[in-house]
Structures are given as C-alpha cells and as structure tokens.
C-alpha cells in the first residue's frame, strides 16, 4: 500500500465518527509496533516523529526507513513531522518524504501563529503532502490555553490547514491528576469546522472513556507518546533484569519489546475505532 498523506486517512475518519492513532516511533523496534499493529486492526495509521529528532538529526534516516515500512504496510500509512519548531524542520521533512507536517505556533500571539502556520501549509502542498496546526495549547510542562471555538474557525480559514489541534483538557505527558476533558467546548468547535479532522493532543494517561466521548464530536487523530515509548522501555528492562546479564542477540531481544508494544497499540487503535 502507498505511503498517504494524512488529509486522505483523516477525512474519511472524519466522516466515519472514528479516530485514527498517531504514535511516536523513536527507533526501528518503535515504527515495527506501529505498523504491525495497523496491519493486524486493518486500519490506517499515523507515524509521527518529534520534532527533537529533526533538531538532532535522527530524523533523515529514521525518515527512509519509516517510508519503506510504510510502503510495505498492506494498511494507508501516513509519515508525519510531530510538533514542527520551524520552517526549516517542515521543509526538511518534505524533502526526506515526510507526507504531512505539523508546525506548532501555539506558543505564539494569533496573529504569528497563523502566519507561520499558513506558510508551513504552503509549503506542504506545493510539495503534495498536508499541514496540521494548533490553536490554543496544550501543556507541555507548561500553562495549558484552552482553544476557542470561534478562533479555531478563524485559524482555520486563514492558514488553510487540514488538520487542527485543539486544547480541550488534555496535556503531554503523564497527568498529576486525572483530566476531564471539555465536551462541549469540543462540540463547539467540532460543529464550527464540520468537515475539519480535529486532533488530540496528549493521549496518554487520557480516560479512554473521556476520549471516546470527543471522537464522535470530531476528533479523527489521537496522539499517543510518552505511554507508548515508556511500554517498550519498560519491557526492555523487565527483559534485561530476567537475563540476568546473559547476552542475547539485540535483534532477538528486541522482538519482546516490540510485541508488547504491538499489543497496546492494538488496543489503542480498537479504543480509537470505537470498536470497544
Ligand atoms: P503524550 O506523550 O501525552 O501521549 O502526547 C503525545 C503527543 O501529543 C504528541 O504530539
């Protein structure tokens, strides 16, 4: 199956009342989990990169392999640069293949967000891929801004964005207590932009209860991180403390690790589908 863009997975989504997962891959082991685990819930996927990893360099070659992952990938696969700090990261990812991009002004006064963001999906669809951006903010050790109905409409119209994420009671990270997401303030917006594919921020630790309520209300993309990256360490660990400092081949001890992280994807991937 082709490498997609995210505007062709997500508006069907959209339309369908169902959310897609959009998960971290760091490494190999990370990007096997995420594409096995859409291949075995026949469902499109999203492989994101942080945007640490375009500042560090990983990300080119991480890219090339993530693409050649996607393409074998019998589910729509759509690469995606996750939390774009800038210009020269968008245009980085176009040129390694990346199929979507996010650039993150939420930090920024309206006014500047929507005129980086605009020339991000700009240069996103002169080179045929898509452009997601972020109106209020959600936390990142930081304050969370929560988004306003009408500004969304607005930052939408002006920047011409195919995706939109939208701050509704989520945060990265892992929570100090447990959140409860604005409904209706999701409602209203989902109801301002019909046919936008609204995206969440900071999936883990998020009630999949509280999130299966803001699918039906136009969230079509979950982002999950920090849970899924900590279940490979995890399982790294749990495995290395059973080998008790037996050496085994890293590409047969990593099979574990990736399982388990197949396993809680699958789970996502369903929880997302409102399949259960
Ligand atoms: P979490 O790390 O909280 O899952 O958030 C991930 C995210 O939103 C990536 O953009």
Not at 98 to 113: A, C, I, K, W
Not at 215 to 224: D, R, S, T
Request: hydrophobic letters at 45%; one cysteine or more; glycine letters at 8%.
């Amino acid at each position: 199956m082709a490498i997609v863009t995210m505007k062709e997975i997500l508006q069907d989504a959209r339309r369908r009342g169902i959310a897609l997962g959009a998960f971290n891959a760091a490494n190999y082991e990370t990007a096997c989990a995420i594409v096995q685990a859409a291949e075995l819930e026949e469902s499109p996927v999203i492989l994101q990169v942080y945007s640490r990893m375009f500042g560090n360099g990983k990300a080119e070659a991480l890219g090339g392999l993530l693409i050649r992952l996607a393409e074998k990938c019998p589910q729509k696969v759509a690469l995606h640069l996750d939390h774009g700090e800038n210009l020269e990261q968008v245009r980085n990812a176009l040129e390694w293949g990346y199929t979507s991009v996010m650039l993150d002004g939420s930090r920024l006064p309206f006014d500047e967000n929507v005129a980086l963001t605009k020339q991000a999906a700009t240069l996103a669809h002169q080179a045929k891929a898509t452009c997601e951006g972020e109106i209020g903010h959600v936390a990142m050790a930081d304050e969370t801004e929560l988004t306003d109905p009408e500004e969304a409409r607005k930052f939408a119209e002006l920047t011409g964005v195919d995706a939109l994420a939208v701050s509704i009671g989520t945060v990265h990270g892992y929570y100090k207590a447990e959140p409860k997401l604005d409904i209706g303030r999701c409602r209203e917006i989902g109801q301002a932009l019909p046919n936008m594919p609204l995206v969440l921020h900071g999936g883990t630790g998020t009630p999949i209860s509280e999130v299966q309520k803001v699918i039906p209300l136009g969230i079509a993309k979950i982002n999950v991180a920090t849970e899924f990256q900590h279940c490979f360490l995890k399982a790294v660990q749990a495995d290395l403390e059973a080998a008790a400092g037996k050496f085994i081949p890293i590409d047969k001890f990593m099979d574990a690790p990736t399982a388990a992280c197949v396993e809680h994807l699958r789970k996502l991937i369903r929880a997302f589908a409102l399949k259960e």
